[in-house]
């Protein structure tokens, strides 16, 4: 008889897999006791499962951390420490043999941090401390994008119709400070490369249209960094890609190898498909320390408008679609799922 997976002759095998059937249960003995990290499930208590499937579905799957430090941990969130744990008991409930007891933790702060700069997280001081001594300054700096034109002298008959624009990121600093470098419009002044060239329009770069320049400084008010970014996915300048976007590398963090960085980018904003005003908004705020979200209502039928980037000039999705609770909650990215939960709770 030919040993499993042997084929007697040349054709095609077809296996069905039913998946219609409930799960096969292992046996009830006691199993081993896992304690570590997991992407998701209740913390600081155990819980007994018995098949892989209900796992994934409690604890989420297991993070590698390979390459993650430099990710984009504010919007994909936290992906940087290794979920061994979770590797552990996956590798046991693929056997089939007894169930695991899993202990989800939620991390633990480095036994050297002494003081509140140095724990586990991110702050950027509670209200915020803008301060021209670079050193001094904790605050949020955002940056807007104008279409380019002429407006003519104000009050004048050359005066054209003003230009409108739209916030397309928000930077966090702490004890540094960041600036656009480059030509400022209209009148064609270099910008004096300081914290003073902020609250000015600068013109995208020369050769390049809507690509502009960043200084990054530190707390001795030097550059420590000059960084060209753009809005285009995919490029080798993507704005996503060339900024710090994880808040754990804050200056002076032990937690990861005493990381001098002195901002993060937050949030930025590529595009919208509903068009809403301050009476469709029927819940919120709610907060979660560094991200605000709020409710909104619109008649069944508002036009959700696919168009392109604004600042790019080119089409990044060519679709949408509606989802129930559930599926929203497992697509999303983790940050967002507590979110999504109160949402659809408020409705």
Known sequence: ????????????????????????????????????????????KPVRVKNLEDFNTIFGKGISGKGTQDNDVWRKGNLVGPTYAVYAAQAH???????????????????????????????????GNPSATVADNKSAYGLFIIQSGALGQLGTAAQTTPKTGSLAAIFYVNGGGVALSGVVGPQGNPIVQ????????????????????????????????????????GSKNYIRDVFN?????????????????????????????????QFDVIAGP????????????????????????????????????????????NDCYPYLQSFVKWAFNSI
């Open 1 to 44: 008889m030919p040993a499993r997976f042997d084929f007697i002759s040349p054709g095609i095998l077809l296996n069905e897999i039913d998946e219609s059937k409930i799960p096969e249960t292992v046996n009830d003995e006691l199993g081993p006791v896992i304690v570590g990290r997991s992407l998701t499930g209740p913390a600081m």
């Open 93 to 127: 409930l693929a056997s089939e043999t007894t169930p695991v007891t899993f202990v989800r933790l939620l991390g633990e702060a480095s036994t050297d941090a002494s003081t509140d700069a140095q724990l586990a997280g991110w702050n950027i001081a509670d209200a």
């Open 194 to 233: 300081s914290t003073a060239s902020t609250g000015v329009l600068v013109n995208s770069l020369g050769a390049t249209a809507n690509t502009f320049k960043l200084n990054v400084y530190n707390a001795a008010g030097a550059i420590s960094d000059t960084i060209t970014f753009d809005f285009t996915q």
């Open 245 to 277: 976007t994880n808040p754990q590398l804050l200056q002076a963090n032990t937690n990861f190898g005493l990381t001098d960085k002195t901002y993060f980018l937050g949030e930025t904003f590529e595009e919208s498909g509903i068009k809403i005003d």
């Open 286 to 329: 709610i907060n979660d320390s560094w991200l605000t979200m709020w409710l909104a209502e619109v008649p069944w039928g508002t036009p959700i408008t696919i168009s392109v980037n604004p600042t790019t000039g080119k089409l990044e999705h060519d679709g949408y679609k509606w989802l129930e609770r559930d599926e929203m909650i």
